[in-house]
């Protein structure tokens, strides 16, 4: 079991970066891949980045691509994603995901079974 908490959302003017955060409870945040979701008002939730349990390989959606970064820190407990460039298109509720089944989401960009509560992102124009 892992719980998770994010910070770190805002209203920010498009071009404006953000940095948020994904705080894991437990002392087994290294057997989790970890990943962001976002979900934008009347519309699915939507893949946006995921990082391998050791760092070593970052996934990251189309729409986010050369713009958003995820890290993650295992002695910290703690995974991040720092958004720049931001479009109001992105405006969305942001949710923290932990993964402990190995996946590649380059094939397979599925949620793992334990979220965050989420945190709010607005980009005005």
């Known amino acids: 079991q892992v719980q998770l908490v994010e910070s770190g959302g805002g209203l920010v003017q498009a071009g404006g970066s953000l940095r948020l955060s994904c705080a894991a409870s437990?002392?087994?945040?290294?057997?989790?891949?970890m990943g962001w979701f976002r979900q934008a008002p009347g519309k699915e939730r939507e893949f946006v980045a995921a990082?391998?349990?050791?760092?070593?390989?970052?996934y990251y959606a189309d729409s986010v691509k050369g713009r958003f970064t995820i890290s993650r820190g295992n002695a910290r407990n703690t995974v991040y994603l720092q958004m720049n460039s931001l479009k109001p298109e992105d405006t969305a509720v942001y949710y923290c995901?932990?993964?402990?089944?190995?996946?590649?989401?380059?094939?397979?960009?599925?949620?793992?079974?334990?979220w965050g509560q989420g945190t709010q992102v607005t980009v005005s124009s």
């Open positions: 437990g002392r087994t945040f290294s057997r989790y891949a």
């Open positions: 990082i391998s349990r050791d760092g070593g390989t970052t």
């Open positions: 995901n932990a993964e402990p089944r190995p996946r590649d989401y380059s094939d397979d960009p599925q949620p793992g079974n334990y």
